[in-house]
């Protein structure tokens, strides 16, 4: 089934799952808090939730191990049995859009969100480039053309490896990639959008555009004209970025998006 494009999404970061440094091998925690936490936002009235492995940096550049996709089908399809009947998205850091695409399969999720779909980027995980002749050729072969491919502009925590106008990148993302939907964010994970980056990728594609980062309950009147938001960071006691969600905070801050967009 396809779904209606979401206007507000909410992240749910997965703490560490088993083989990544950090964990301690055990899942269980992570398939609670995809449950719970998308739980919390349906009923805080999110139109969708995304789930994402931040708890397993640092990541890999490429192809993720079975491992960590079987643990993220596990956790996605607890996401999806707590949030059902809304829009359910799937990020496999830092860019395994294959994988994210094969979870989304499994746990009947509505889209993967993609870091680098064309171009290359330079980032800390090294040079990360784009596949998007493989990814839509893997949905084609999967039967998933539902599955909504989401695709960052100019991606944070990273520098292009020959810079070009943004309105150029978004619109080969549109265009050559076939991108649903395009994301703005900040330099990094819960800084602001540039204001002028948002306007210019909105003049330059007829997909729609959401801001991806940095937006909070202060700014969300500068991010009305997006087609829509993905938060993370805002929902989490003091911005934590990777902490768990906060039941008021969630509240609190899609009353105060609904208002923005009266």
Avoid: W
């Amino acid at each position: 089934m396809t779904r209606v494009l979401p206007s507000l999404l909410g992240v749910i970061h997965l703490p560490p799952l088993p083989g990544s440094p950090r964990s301690d091998g055990d899942l269980g925690p992570a398939e609670e808090r995809a449950f719970q936490e998308a739980a919390l936002l349906v009923a805080a009235s999110y139109d969708g939730v995304v789930i994402e492995n931040f708890g397993d940096a640092p990541f890999f550049p490429g192809p993720v191990p079975p491992i960590t996709i079987a643990c993220m089908t596990a956790c996605a399809r607890a996401a999806r049995e707590g949030a059902k009947g809304v829009f359910l998205g799937v990020n496999i850091l830092r860019n395994d859009a294959d994988a994210a695409l094969a979870v989304a399969v499994a746990a009947h999720a509505d889209m993967i969100r993609v870091n680098v779909h064309t171009g290359a980027r330079v980032t800390d995980q090294g040079l990360v480039q784009g596949a998007a002749h493989q990814t839509l050729r893997a949905r084609r072969a999967l039967s998933a053309d539902h599955i909504r491919i989401f695709c960052d502009v100019d991606v944070k925590h990273s520098a292009p490896l020959a810079p070009r106008p943004i309105e150029e990148e978004a619109h080969d993302l549109a265009e050559r990639g076939l991108a649903d939907a395009l994301l703005v964010t900040g330099s990094g994970t819960g800084r602001a959008a540039s204001e002028a980056d948002l306007d210019t990728v909105l003049r330059a594609v007829s997909v729609p555009v959401f801001v991806a980062s940095g937006v909070t309950t202060e700014n969300l009147a500068a991010v009305r004209r997006a087609h829509g938001i993905i938060v993370g960071s805002a929902l989490r006691a003091g911005g934590r970025a990777g902490a768990p969600i906060d039941r008021d905070l969630a509240a609190r801050f899609a009353e105060a998006f609904r208002a923005s967009r009266r």
